[in-house]
């Protein structure tokens, strides 16, 4: 949409709005809009709901109603934007929900504990979330699980591939929180990398996939530990898996430049043959798992491909 800058008086310009976005966004011609300058010198306008908002900066958990629970909760306030968490029991906080939200906060990025007592816990979120790029967080984790890969066909070193699949999970969640955000809030979204709000889910779904590719990579590498070898089959296999998630690393120009031409049918014929002649009947499982994994990240990238396409040819 273009318009031209009127002049306003001696000292001041203004451009009207489309029609459409003001209905959109419920507004009339009394209403507050914001505007902010972002870094590439372009500016941004969006429909004044801080007030709304405010509730959502602050959260307080009583782990007493969430029980087993508590610790999704507090992701799920964290991925809302939350700020603020304030986690506390009526009576007391255990030792062991204690330990478990330690562990929880180690997988929230920019979240520190910064109070304690003995029956609350206050957590604060110090997260810049326009410097978060969706796309750069979807490249480090197939960066991650190409390394993982790596280690398996070289012989599985189990403490470097522990500790990328927790890097990855730590990623999952911070790109959960981006990805949603971007759904509530026009100024995430404009720095997120993610051109419309139609991309979100496939975004989450490809993210959230890529999170299950690790953990069977993890469980494939336990077992080819505990078989001491890699049968020749396997490693071909997962060679073809490398190669698809070292295409991920360069996301997302491969949605434009690639996924049209991924013939899913004529891929999953040849996988059966070549599963064929793995022996083991642990190594197959986890090996079809995976192919199944990368076959839904494939389907998720063909959609976006197409979503950018009708962007492109302003239909979304």
Same mark, same amino acid.
């Given at each position: 949409?273009?318009?031209?800058?009127?002049?306003?008086?001696?000292?001041?310009?203004?451009?009207?709005?489309?029609?459409?976005?003001?209905?959109?966004?419920? $507004?009339?011609?009394?209403?507050?809009?914001?505007?902010?300058?972002?870094?590439?010198?372009?500016?941004?306008?969006?429909?004044?709901?801080?007030?709304?908002?405010?509730?959502?900066?602050?959260?307080?958990?009583?782990?007493?109603?969430?029980?087993?629970?508590?610790?999704?909760?507090?992701?799920?306030?964290?991925?809302?934007?939350?700020?603020?968490?304030?986690?506390?029991?009526?009576?007391?906080?255990?030792?062991?929900?204690?330990?478990?939200?330690?562990?929880?906060?180690?997988?929230?990025?920019?979240?520190?504990?910064?109070?304690?007592?003995?029956?609350?816990?206050?957590?604060?979120?110090?997260?810049?979330?326009?410097?978060?790029? /969706?796309?750069?967080?979807?490249?480090?984790?197939?960066?991650?699980?190409?390394?993982?890969?790596?280690?398996?066909?070289?012989?599985?070193?189990?403490?470097?591939?522990?500790?990328?699949?927790?890097?990855?999970?730590?990623?999952?969640?911070?790109?959960?929180?981006?990805?949603?955000?971007?759904?509530?809030?026009?100024?995430?979204?404009?720095?997120?990398?993610?051109?419309?709000?139609?991309? /979100?889910?496939?975004?989450?779904?490809?993210?959230?996939?890529?999170?299950?590719?690790?953990?069977?990579?993890?469980?494939?590498?336990?077992? $080819?530990? /505990?078989?001491?070898?890699?049968?020749?089959?396997?490693?071909?296999?997962?060679?073809?898996?490398?190669?698809?998630?070292?295409?991920?690393?360069?996301?997302?120009?491969?949605?434009?430049?690639?996924?049209?031409?991924?013939?899913?049918?004529?891929?999953?014929?040849?996988?059966?043959?070549?599963?064929?002649?793995?022996?083991?009947?642990?190594?197959?499982?986890?090996?079809?798992?995976?192919?199944?994994?990368?076959?839904?990240?494939?389907?998720?990238?063909?959609?976006?491909?197409?979503?950018?396409?009708?962007?492109?040819?302003?239909?979304?």
């Amino acid at each position: 949409m273009e318009r031209k800058i009127q002049s306003v008086g001696t000292s001041s310009f203004s451009v009207s709005l489309p029609k459409k976005w003001v209905e959109k966004s419920n $507004l009339d011609a009394k209403s507050t809009v914001f505007f902010k300058e972002l870094n590439d010198g372009s500016l941004l306008i969006s429909p004044a709901k801080a007030a709304e908002k405010e509730s959502l900066k602050k959260f307080s958990i009583n782990v007493d109603d969430y029980k087993e629970n508590f610790g999704q909760i507090v992701f799920a306030a964290y991925y809302l934007g939350s700020e603020e968490i304030i986690v506390y029991s009526d009576k007391k906080l255990s030792d062991k929900v204690k330990s478990e939200l330690r562990d929880t906060v180690s997988y929230m990025s920019g979240t520190e504990i910064v109070f304690e007592e003995e029956k609350k816990m206050h957590l604060h979120i110090l997260l810049d979330r326009a410097k978060i790029n /969706a796309n750069n967080i979807i490249s480090r984790i197939s960066l991650i699980i190409d390394s993982s890969i790596n280690s398996c066909l070289n012989g599985p070193d189990m403490k470097e591939i522990n500790r990328n699949e927790e890097e990855i999970d730590r990623l999952y969640h911070l790109a959960s929180k981006i990805i949603l955000l971007s759904l509530a809030d026009s100024n995430t979204l404009a720095t997120s990398g993610i051109k419309h709000r139609s991309l /979100a889910v496939p975004y989450l779904l490809i993210s959230k996939k890529l999170e299950n590719v690790a953990d069977s990579i993890e469980d494939l590498a336990k077992i $080819l530990k /505990a078989n001491k070898g890699i049968q020749a089959e396997t490693s071909e296999l997962l060679q073809d898996i490398k190669s698809f998630v070292k295409l991920c690393t360069k996301f997302p120009s491969i949605t434009s430049e690639y996924v049209f031409s991924i013939h899913l049918n004529e891929e999953s014929s040849k996988l059966d043959s070549k599963l064929k002649r793995i022996k083991d009947s642990e190594v197959k499982t986890e090996l079809q798992r995976l192919y199944r994994l990368i076959h839904d990240i494939k389907e998720e990238l063909v959609n976006l491909s197409f979503y950018n396409r009708m962007i492109k040819e302003n239909v979304l």
